[in-house]
């Protein structure tokens, strides 16, 4: 089955910084690669997503681009916030699969 | 309801005993989720149901767990004879659509510490 490794299993920054956030996956055919977000106590939700015919997507600070010939991508944050701060997953699935998620990455955001 | 609900939200049980978690999915959508938060483990696949089609069950760990999905809406949870491992947040997401695209909305999860 799929196999999706995260990096890095926290990440510290200051506010204004960027921070990236790498995955990579296993099974060729994975064509679906969501993002999402959980804060401190709360459910995780999702925050961006791409498919594996579009090299990358942008929603004002948050970007996430696709390798497929790597079988990586990325959740890119710009102007980071502390708000930003929060525990981030990101997870591939093909077809009617179901999503195989990363272990997460934990982002402080420092003031 | 507005979102996915689950019960109960803390759950404090015995090893050797019997839990129930339930989900309350989104009215109308048709594919229920289980995950299994552990510390630093990420979220674990455990079981999927879509309408009235054979569960996937593909992700439970042992025989001591199990699910049930009514009438295609309330699912519950079971674990048998609960042990130390088994103490975890237990996630219910919903998804109108089947597959690779559809948006996972989560609920709250019900936490579970097996003493």
């Known amino acids: 089955g799929e196999n999706v490794e995260q990096h890095p299993s926290t990440l510290s920054v200051q506010e204004g910084d960027s921070a990236v956030i790498k995955c990579t996956y296993s099974?060729?055919?994975?064509?679906?690669f969501p993002w999402y977000k959980q804060e401190l106590g709360k459910r995780p939700q999702l925050i961006i997503d791409?498919?594996?015919?579009?090299g990358e997507k942008k929603d004002q600070r948050i970007a996430v681009t696709l390798n497929k010939t790597a079988k990586h991508f990325s959740l890119h944050i710009t102007e980071t916030q502390p708000e930003d701060s929060a525990v981030y997953f990101c997870?591939?699935?093909?077809?009617?699969?179901?999503?195989?998620f990363g272990k997460g990455t934990m982002l402080l955001v420092s003031p | 309801g507005a979102g996915v609900s689950q019960s109960p939200s803390n759950k404090v049980t015995e090893k050797g005993k019997d839990v129930e978690l339930r989900c309350d999915p989104i009215?109308?959508?048709?594919?229920l989720y289980w995950y299994r938060q552990s510390l630093g483990q990420g979220l674990e696949f455990l079981i999927y149901f879509q309408g009235n089609s054979a569960p996937d069950k593909s992700g439970l760990p042992s025989d001591r767990f199990s699910a049930e999905r009514t009438g295609g809406s309330v699912s519950t949870l079971t674990i048998q004879r609960t042990q130390q491992e088994d103490s975890a947040v237990y996630l219910c997401?919903?998804?109108?659509?089947?597959?690779?695209?559809?948006?996972?909305?989560f609920g709250e999860g019900s936490r579970l510490t097996v003493l």
């Open positions: 009215s109308g959508h048709t594919a």
């Open positions: 997870a591939a699935s093909k077809g009617y699969s179901t999503l195989t």
């Open positions: 099974d060729s055919a994975s064509n679906y």
């Open positions: 791409i498919r594996s015919n579009v």
């Open positions: 997401a919903s998804s109108l659509s089947q597959g690779a695209g559809g948006e996972l909305f």
